[in-house]
């Protein structure tokens, strides 16, 4: 085993952090071995101007990383999970997940104002297609303000009064000590999250055993089986940044529940639905699940914001 891994991220101050905790569990694990954090900035880091729903999708974050993977410049990936589009390239794949965060978005609303109590009319910052639908599907006079950036340039964005709140994963503003900020958790009936938020994603070369072997110890096996769940959910609808996906895995014991949901654009429409499983028949359960939503109706929503996608790309 090579005493130096390299290890890419992006460079924002939350994927810096997420690097550096999987630089000290490996380090923490295999003392003999040096981990030297490798900043690659993508697509996505570059482009902070346009939602990421009109320039390409998920896949701008980690395209780059996964290029600089497959040519040896660097021996693993870190990434947040929920940047993962549902397809890997060939040669690469997931060889540990940690164990989660907290999934669930947070509200950070001005005068700390809980969701139902934001006044009528209220403007909320988010890029995410995923929370506006369920944010107008609950209030439907909410103005939904595109907001991109790292979490301080949001939370500078909504300090400086021209939005009521913003909506962000709470497990980054838990990792990077901002929690303070945060108004309420939003519950999964309310604002079912992203497809692996929370989690991150360990990335190497498939035929790097060695890389296989050092990760093993940093995997946890309910986050996993959770993630796979969701992500083959995701993978079954074939669906990208253009319409609105969500899902959440839960496991007690050795069950999984996993809950989806594709959501018209304007919220007037939620097609959401659950079903319990086996833990080790994560995959299936999520391409099943995929399939009841399909069956009531979640393929045509998905067919026209495609095919409208198209026509604007």
Known sequence: MSHRIRIGSRGSQLALWQTHWVQKAIEAQWPEISVEPVVIKT??????????????????????????????????????????PAQLPHGLGIHAVPQRETPLDALVARKNLRLEDLPAGARIG??????????????????????????????KKLSSGDLDGIVLAAAGLKRLGLADHITSILPPDTMLPAVGQGALCIESRTNDQSSASLLSSLDHAETHFAVMAERAFLDRLQGGCQVPIAALGTIEGETLTLTGLVAELDG??????????????????????????????????????????????
């Open 43 to 84: 697509t996505g880091d570059k482009i902070q101007d346009v939602p990421l729903s009109k320039v390409g999708g998920k896949g701008l974050f980690v395209k780059e990383i996964e290029e600089a993977l497959m040519d040896g410049r660097i021996d693993l990936a870190v990434h947040s999970m929920k940047d993962m």
């Open 126 to 155: 988010t890029s995410s297609l995923r929370r506006a639908s369920q944010l107008l599907h609950r209030r439907p006079d909410f103005s939904i303000v595109p907001l991109r950036g790292n979490l301080d340039t949001r939370l």
């Open 268 to 313: 007037s429409r939620l097609i959401k639905s659950s079903c319990t499983g086996p833990c080790d028949q994560a995959v299936s359960l999520g391409r099943d699940l995929a399939e009841t939503l399909l069956k009531q109706g979640a393929g045509e929503i998905l067919e026209r914001l495609e095919a409208n996608a198209a026509k604007i790309g």
